[in-house]
């Protein structure tokens, strides 16, 4: 089995050294080389990849911060390649795949690859998310500052017009209307809006019940839209769409939900869908 990788790593030299020494080790293939957040996100998105090995220090967008906006359905095994040991090596060796430090050893690599390898079979990308986001959480906020679900005051509920997010020991009150996509992982939801991302421990099923279906849409297995939002639409050979939203955001759209991408954008393939 060949694990497809992608590379990111804000260093140019950081990441031609990697991939050399990757050339170097069986089982595993480099399929894009990424030199920031976002070029990843889009990477992950096209690639599809087994494997990502992801710097946490990066200008613009954090390792951190790629884990929160990758769609937990195309959620790579993550291995944190980093000059920094202050980011609980142990702890991360327990809910990513593996925590490697720089200057990188070959031998150590290939330890990760293994590990990868052996993983691959055993872990779902949805649960692998999830403790990822848990462990973020844990290591930014010095607890795991996510909510406990959506208020249980009747009135709260009934507006459908704001979420409750209690993250780190602060409430916030986020408008329905300036979500625009969610991301499920296992019990945790991630919430992109206003350019940011909150994280709710919460299911897919009692989020989405406080969702107006007039206004989001399942585009994927753990995947929610906005249809506002949705500003292009591309099909892909695999038979699936990636949608592009106002933000910039990509997203995969599976075959099984193609129709309701469809019929946002015009009812008709040809006339809504660039190719």
């Not at 409430?171 to 300036?178: C, E, H, K, S």
Request: charged share 25%; with cysteine.
């Amino acid at each position: 089995m060949t694990l497809r990788a992608v590379i990111v790593d804000d260093e140019h030299l950081a990441r031609r050294g990697l991939v050399m020494r990757l050339a170097n080790i069986d089982g595993v293939e480099v399929v894009a080389e990424c030199a920031n957040g976002l070029q990843a996100i889009d990477a992950v998105s096209e690639h599809e990849p087994d494997l990502l090995f992801l710097d946490i220090e990066m200008p613009g967008m954090t390792g951190f911060q790629v884990i929160e906006n990758l769609q937990a359905d195309i959620m790579p095994m993550v291995v944190f390649v980093t000059a920094y040991n202050d980011y609980a090596v142990e702890a991360f060796k327990i809910n990513a795949v593996d925590y490697v430090l720089k200057p990188l050893e070959e031998e150590r690599l290939r330890e990760s690859v293994e590990r990868a390898s052996v993983t691959k079979e055993q872990q779902l990308a949805t649960q692998d998310k999830a403790r990822l986001l848990a462990m973020v959480q844990s290591l930014e906020e010095g607890q795991l500052g996510v909510s406990q679900g959506l208020p249980t005051d009747e009135s709260e509920i009934a507006n459908h017009d704001r979420l409750l997010i209690r993250e780190g020991g602060e409430v916030q009150f986020i408008p329905v209307a300036d979500i625009e996509w969610v991301d499920a992982a296992g019990d945790y939801m991630c919430v992109h809006a206003g350019g940011e991302t909150h994280i709710m421990r919460i299911t897919m099923k009692q989020l989405e019940a406080q969702l107006d279906s007039e206004c989001f849409a399942r585009v994927h297995r753990s995947t929610i839209v906005n249809k506002r939002c949705i500003r292009s639409a591309q099909s892909l050979a695999s038979g699936e769409y990636r949608i592009t939203l106002a933000s910039g955001a990509r997203l995969k759209v599976s075959r099984g939900h193609r129709d309701t991408v469809r019929a946002l954008l015009g009812k008709t393939e040809s006339s809504a869908v660039r190719r």
